[in-house]
């Protein structure tokens, strides 16, 4: 038997029928939608489970940033450290273990294949809970049930290689790393028109605001990464100086919007400017 470790990693995490916080759900796969009447993936997930009837699922996995890697030390988002722990919350992770491997599946949010690898990004890097799993891991958004289905399928055949996989991903959603940056920040420019609308009409915003963070840091995180992953742009733009590439990665980085949290806390109408008396 191969042994590897995201299973044990995964199966070991204690959900709210335990008294712990440190995910929503954590069971099989079946079990979870047979208690979910009105869960909007629903017909999704069925098709996955139809694929393996031994899937688990966790939901709404916790976690932090961690200030201890260099990379989050370099984007320097200092909102996302000041969040409550584990404010931070990965959607779903669908996971699986057989003789021969074990593997897992993330998603991030519908229309939002970027949230997706910085959910990835944030649980594989240096000292994070999958950081020795990070090669028997995907990432998909929940937008497509049969690109979904297709690479699943693929990903679970007993030699398929994560990485390859991925790139398969990447591929319908960008042509390389200038589109990607394109799209974090249309997405990030998106995520404050959102929610300078939608913080007007919450009375408790502490947890919209949390997530909010979240994505904005995500999408900070996927842009700097990739960049720095990149070895087409170390060779072509950076001229193989790693240091003109990690700069380059932090400025890309820096470009994309957010609003600030303490901004969040006070954002209210504007209020309209007063008739000069005549």
């Known amino acids: ?10 199966a070991k995490v204690l959900d709210q029928r335990k008294e712990c916080n440190d995910c929503d759900f954590n069971g099989y ?6 208690i979910q009447e009105d869960f909007k993936y629903h017909d999704l997930f069925q098709a996955l489970l139809d694929i393996n009837s031994e899937f688990r699922i966790c939901v709404g996995l916790g976690f932090n940033v961690n200030k201890e890697v260099i990379s989050n030390q370099i984007i320097r988002y200092k909102d996302a450290s000041k969040l409550p722990d584990k404010a931070m919350r990965c959607p779903y992770i669908i996971y699986l273990s057989t003789d021969d491997y074990q593997k897992a599946v993330i998603f991030g949010e519908e229309k939002q294949y970027l949230l997706a690898k910085g959910y990835y990004y944030c649980l594989t890097e240096q000292y994070a809970m999958l950081e020795d799993s990070r090669n028997e891991i995907i990432a ?19 030699d398929s290689r994560a990485g390859a996989v991925q790139r398969e991903i990447d591929s319908y ?3 390389n790393i200038h589109e990607l940056i394109d799209i974090a920040f249309n997405s990030a420019s ?3 028109d959102q929610a300078k609308e939608t913080l007007l009409t919450m009375e408790d915003r502490a947890d919209y605001i949390y997530q909010t963070i979240t994505k904005w840091y995500l999408l900070k ?7 720095m992953m ?13 240091k003109k590439q990690r700069y380059n990665a932090k400025i890309n980085s820096d470009k994309i919007p957010f609003m600030a949290l303490s901004e969040m806390w006070r954002f209210k109408a504007e209020e309209p400017a007063e008739t000069p008396a005549e």
């Open 1 to 10: 038997m191969i042994l590897l470790a995201v299973f044990e990693h995964l």
């Open 29 to 34: 796969l079946e079990d979870f939608l047979s």
């Open 140 to 158: 998909l958004s929940l937008d497509n049930p049969t690109l979904i289905t297709d690479k699943v399928q693929k990903f679970l055949l007993k």
């Open 173 to 175: 959603y960008f042509h």
């Open 190 to 192: 998106d995520l404050r």
């Open 221 to 227: 995180k996927v842009v700097y990464v990739s960049y």
């Open 230 to 242: 990149n070895k087409d742009v170390l060779r072509d733009e950076c001229e193989n100086e790693i």
